[in-house]
């Protein structure tokens, strides 16, 4: 399976009385390195595998009658821009408390809150099998003195560095799949569902406990959230109810057969 839907989600119906009166213009700036199965190439947005951030905005502009425009850049430059209220929204995203100071998270408690999380994805240990790489699913320090591999720009990172692993990051999944068959470097921590189904035949060993398992958000601007108090809401719960739908069933039948997109 691609994905997991946070826990404890019941029906949640969207009021129309938090729509009322015009709609404002969305600004969502989305990364414009493909990573599959979220997001395609630029230039693919319309078509039929746009990636599931793109059916997401689709099933959004439809059910809650919005303008939404989408910006292309790179993850740093989307979150410059959300900081600067230059742009509205930025995801799907992981929670971490640097994210937390440039824009808003659905929050409860003081936590982010999963129950208003889009998807769940775990990052994954990937080693050649002829490797023993010790991993006891708890302790990310168990990983010191090994060459690590993750995509540049993805939370793990930040997460693997915090507990003095060294990390080597890369712009594409397949560069960094070329560099491990290499022996460049000892193993990867990915979420990528591309990976599990070309392991086996690049001989790679998937580690059974995760590294990490993270909530993705809708996140929004500060400056949004200020102009239109009611909205930023309004997107969290209708983006978590988006895989209970028969849209979001339809949109992860597509990509759940694909290694990478078509």
């Given at each position: 399976?691609?994905?997991?839907?946070?826990?404890?989600?019941?029906?949640?119906?969207?009021?129309?009385?938090?729509?009322?009166?015009?709609?404002?213009?969305?600004?969502?700036c989305?990364?414009?390195?493909?990573s599959?199965?979220?997001?395609?190439?630029?230039?693919?947005?319309?078509?039929?595998?746009?990636?599931?951030?793109?059916?997401?905005?689709?099933?959004?502009?439809?059910?809650?009658?919005?303008?939404?425009?989408?910006?292309?850049?790179?993850?740093?430059?989307?979150?410059?821009?959300?900081?600067?209220?230059?742009?509205?929204?930025?995801?799907?995203?992981?929670?971490?408390?640097?994210?937390?100071?440039?824009?808003?998270?659905p929050?409860?408690h003081?936590?982010?809150?999963?129950?208003?999380?889009?998807?769940r994805?775990?990052?994954?240990?990937?080693?050649?099998?002829?490797?023993?790489?010790n991993?006891?699913?708890?302790?990310?320090?168990?990983?010191?003195?090994?060459r690590?591999?993750a995509?540049?720009?993805?939370?793990?990172?930040?997460?693997?560095?915090?507990?003095?692993?060294?990390?080597?990051?890369?712009?594409?999944?397949?560069?960094?799949?070329?560099?491990?068959?290499?022996?460049?470097?000892?193993?990867?921590?990915?979420?990528?569902d591309?990976?599990?189904?070309?392991?086996?035949?690049?001989?790679?060993?998937?580690?059974?406990?995760?590294?990490?398992?993270?909530?993705?958000?809708?996140?929004?601007?500060?400056?949004?959230?200020?102009?239109?108090?009611?909205?930023?809401?309004?997107?969290?719960k209708?983006?978590?109810r988006?895989?209970?739908?028969?849209?979001?069933?339809?949109?992860?039948?597509?990509?759940?057969?694909?290694?990478?997109?078509?």
């Amino acid at each position: 399976m691609l994905f997991k839907i946070p826990c404890a989600l019941s029906t949640l119906l969207i009021s129309s009385s938090l729509m009322a009166g015009p709609n404002p213009a969305l600004r969502w700036c989305v990364d414009d390195k493909p990573s599959f199965f979220f997001y395609n190439k630029v230039g693919t947005e319309d078509s039929t595998h746009p990636g599931f951030v793109f059916d997401l905005i689709s099933h959004l502009r439809s059910e809650l009658h919005l303008d939404i425009k989408v910006v292309r850049r790179s993850q740093s430059a989307c979150s410059v821009l959300l900081e600067k209220g230059e742009i509205d929204v930025v995801g799907l995203l992981s929670h971490n408390e640097e994210r937390e100071k440039i824009g808003y998270f659905p929050m409860r408690h003081g936590v982010a809150d999963g129950d208003r999380a889009v998807i769940r994805t775990s990052y994954y240990l990937y080693a050649p099998k002829e490797k023993n790489i010790n991993w006891d699913g708890r302790n990310l320090t168990l990983l010191k003195g090994k060459r690590m591999g993750a995509i540049e720009g993805f939370s793990i990172v930040h997460d693997l560095e915090a507990a003095g692993v060294k990390v080597e990051t890369f712009k594409s999944l397949d560069g960094m799949i070329t560099r491990l068959q290499k022996n460049d470097i000892d193993a990867v921590a990915l979420n990528n569902d591309k990976i599990n189904r070309i392991s086996e035949r690049i001989q790679l060993h998937k580690h059974d406990k995760p590294l990490k398992t993270k909530d993705y958000f809708i996140q929004v601007s500060r400056h949004f959230q200020e102009k239109y108090p009611s909205l930023p809401d309004t997107l969290w719960k209708e983006g978590a109810r988006y895989l209970k739908t028969a849209d979001g069933q339809a949109a992860i039948s597509k990509y759940e057969k694909l290694e990478n997109f078509p």
